[in-house]
Each structure stands twice: as structure tokens, then as C-alpha cells.
């Protein structure tokens, strides 16, 4: 019998893949992860009662050095160089399938499975497995799993994908389990109430200096109170006033300093990006021709992607694209087919 084990978090969506798998005949176990101190400790009690109504093992992963150090670490890094990370890009890559996958082989399991809304799909042509996108449009997460290896898809089973939220918590009413109402998690989990400024200002034991405003010529316009707190694109809670609506069009962590500029100045048809990773396993021999999503809440758009010789890619787009981040992940995709991604540099 194939065995599975759930990467269970105590919410509805991974709740409902370890019950969908057991009614399809698995052996399956649920595994909830310690991930920092002061982890919600009621996200485990959901889990092991869940397990517990379905009568399957439950394990608690100790995942806590290793968020640190490549979670927390690489989000208060990415902040400090003026950057705009996404740690659950980098929590799925090392924790919830590099460090599970490994561990759940290492138990006795031949397959996990989270509640991840995407598709996974073995192409008889390349004979290599293919990461899609979710079949609910709305929910898709296809953009924070572009990491995934052959391995770790060869293993990765996602249940729900076929089903909308609202059946997804039908099944859980069903069958009784008591997150069937329960909310889904909106913020970064080690930082809940969103005020992402001062969990770094905890974690570094160092308060944001406040520094100068600059226009395109490097004319101080005023003060800002921070470079932590501001983003690409940003014209909202600037704290100036400069008669006209100004965007946050670079940061320099170096000289601590924020350039505010016209909307058309945040506009652009060319990124760089470095750490490409391709789900089929090979580099990157010349230009590809795809669509390129420059962060979770972004259309894709038609681009070329082309391999430079220092390793990096860059990715040039047909129109110009609003806000392109450092720090963020620019994801490429042909169709429903995931190819891969990068970290825009």
C-alpha cells in the first residue's frame, strides 16, 4: 500500500487532502511543523484532533533551527539590502518540501501531500513530471511551488486541487471535523498582525534610521523614516507632501536613502534575476519564449527569458511591467505548465 504523510497546518485545506487520501486508500499520517518559538500552539491541537477523528498517527516536526536560519535569517537579510523577499517562497523550498520530503522518506512514507491549490502531472513525452496551475483560478499557488524538483513532484500528491473552497469545506462539515469553519491564514505566519517593520526591529535588536527623500536628480525632498518600510511602487503613507501623488522608485539601503518618482519611472521591460531553477531538470541553453509573473498577485505577461553568462537570466517583456522588485520571485509559465522561476536581482 502506498503510505502518505499530510503536511497538516490545522486548517481546512490540508485537513480535507488526509481525508480525501484515506477514502482513496492510502495509509496515511498527518505532520504538523514547529517552525519558530511561540508557533500557535492550537494549529498542532487541530491537527492531532483531526488525526485523531481519523484515526491515523500524528507526527510534530521540529523545523525550528532550520526556519531560522533560512526563513527568518533570509527575510530580515532581503529587508536590510532594500529588498522585498517572500518567505513562503523560501519556507516551501527548504522546510515544507525540502527538509519534509526528506523526512517523510526517512519515516517509511512514500508520498506527501499538502493543501497547496496547484497540479502535479507525469508528461509521457519528456517522462518527467510537471508542475500546472491550480484548476481554481483564485486560489492558485502554482507561483510559491516553482522550486519543486522531479523528486520531490514524483512524490507530491494534492488532493483538493479539483475542488472549490466552498466543497473543500463541505467535505470537511461532512465528515464532521471541526475546521470545517475555520478561517484561512491571510499573513506571514511568524508575523500575524502584518506589522513586519517591527519583527524586524525585534529580531535585529535595531530600530529603522529615518534618512532623505530624493527625486531622480538626488534633490532632497524631505524626510523618510526608514528604508524598511517602504516598497517598489508604493505612493500610499509616504508622510510628504509634494503636490502631485510621488511612487517609491528605488531604495538604498546603503546611503539610506528612498527616490520618489512619477508612475511612468516604476514602469519597466527589463528584470534580471539570478537562482533559476526549471522543474525539467536542465539549464537554461537559450531564449525561451513564456509568460512571466513577477509576483503572487501579478498577470502573467509575454516575455523572453535568456541565460547571461554570469549565470543570471534576464527577462525582457513585451510591455513594460509596473513595480518589478528585487527580492521577489518572477515565475514563468507556458500555458498551465509551470517551467519554473527565478529571484529578481
Known amino acids: 500500500m502506498k503510505k502518505v504523510l499530510v503536511a497538516m497546518s490545522g486548517g481546512v485545506d490540508s485537513s480535507v487532502a488526509a481525508l480525501l487520501l484515506q477514502r482513496q486508500g492510502y495509509e496515511v499520517a498527518g505532520a504538523t511543523f514547529e517552525l519558530f518559538d511561540g508557533?500557535?500552539?492550537?494549529?498542532?491541537?487541530?491537527?492531532?484532533?483531526?488525526?485523531?477523528?481519523?484515526?491515523?498517527?500524528?507526527?510534530?516536526?521540529?523545523?525550528?533551527?532550520?526556519?531560522?536560519?533560512?526563513?527568518?535569517?533570509?527575510?530580515?537579510?532581503?529587508?536590510?539590502?532594500?529588498?522585498?523577499?517572500?518567505?513562503?517562497?523560501?519556507?516551501?523550498?527548504?522546510?515544507?518540501?525540502?527538509?519534509?520530503?526528506?523526512?517523510?522518506?526517512?519515516?517509511?512514507?512514500?508520498?506527501i501531500s499538502t493543501g497547496h491549490y496547484a497540479g502535479v502531472r507525469f508528461d509521457a513525452i519528456s517522462g518527467g513530471y510537471q508542475l500546472v496551475r491550480s484548476t481554481q483560478e483564485?486560489?492558485?499557488?502554482?507561483?510559491?511551488?516553482?522550486?519543486?524538483?522531479?523528486?520531490?513532484?514524483?512524490?507530491?500528491?494534492?488532493?483538493?486541487?479539483?475542488?472549490?473552497?466552498?466543497?473543500?469545506?463541505?467535505?470537511?462539515?461532512?465528515?464532521?471535523?471541526?475546521?470545517?469553519?475555520?478561517?484561512?491564514?491571510?499573513?506571514?505566519?511568524?508575523?500575524?498582525?502584518?506589522?513586519?517593520?517591527?519583527?524586524?526591529?525585534?529580531?535585529?535588536?535595531?530600530?529603522?534610521?529615518?534618512?532623505?527623500?530624493?527625486?531622480?536628480?538626488?534633490?532632497?525632498?524631505?524626510?523618510?523614516?526608514?528604508?524598511?518600510?517602504?516598497?517598489?511602487?508604493?505612493?500610499?503613507?509616504?508622510?510628504?507632501?509634494?503636490?502631485?501623488?510621488?511612487?517609491?522608485?528605488?531604495?538604498?539601503?546603503?546611503?539610506?536613502?528612498v527616490t520618489l518618482s512619477d508612475e511612468e519611472r516604476v514602469f519597466s521591460d527589463t528584470l534580471y534575476a539570478d537562482d533559476l531553477c526549471l522543474i525539467a531538470g536542465e539549464g537554461l541553453k537559450g531564449p525561451l519564449h513564456c509568460q512571466a509573473k513577477i509576483r503572487y498577485a501579478h498577470r502573467p505577461a509575454p516575455a523572453v527569458v535568456r541565460p547571461l553568462e554570469d549565470g543570471r537570466v534576464e527577462v525582457r517583456f513585451e510591455m513594460p511591467q509596473r513595480a518589478i522588485t528585487r527580492g521577489q520571485a518572477v515565475v514563468f509559465y507556458q500555458g498551465e505548465v509551470v517551467l519554473g522561476g527565478a529571484t529578481i536581482c
Open 39 to 111: 508557533c500557535p500552539e492550537k494549529n498542532v491541537e487541530d491537527a492531532r484532533a483531526i488525526c485523531q477523528q481519523l484515526n491515523i498517527p500524528h507526527y510534530v516536526l521540529d523545523y525550528r533551527t532550520q526556519f531560522a536560519s533560512q526563513v527568518l535569517d533570509y527575510f530580515v537579510g532581503s529587508y536590510q539590502r532594500g529588498e522585498t523577499p517572500n518567505p513562503c517562497i523560501a519556507c516551501n523550498r527548504t522546510i515544507k518540501f525540502g527538509a519534509f520530503c526528506e523526512d517523510a522518506q526517512r519515516l517509511g512514507y512514500t508520498h
Open 138 to 257: 483564485r486560489k492558485d499557488q502554482s507561483y510559491v511551488l516553482y522550486h519543486l524538483t522531479q523528486q520531490q513532484l514524483g512524490m507530491l500528491l494534492l488532493p483538493i486541487d479539483c475542488y472549490t473552497k466552498e466543497q473543500v469545506r463541505a467535505f470537511a462539515a461532512d465528515a464532521g471535523l471541526p475546521v470545517s469553519s475555520k478561517s484561512d491564514s491571510q499573513d506571514i505566519c511568524f508575523v500575524p498582525d502584518g506589522d513586519y517593520v517591527s519583527f524586524i526591529t525585534q529580531y535585529t535588536k535595531q530600530a529603522p534610521q529615518a534618512g532623505a527623500y530624493l527625486d531622480d536628480d538626488g534633490q532632497v525632498l524631505g524626510q523618510h523614516k526608514g528604508v524598511l518600510h517602504y516598497t517598489i511602487g508604493q505612493s500610499r503613507g509616504l508622510g510628504i507632501a509634494l503636490g502631485k501623488r510621488r511612487y517609491v522608485s528605488h531604495l538604498d539601503p546603503v546611503h539610506n536613502t
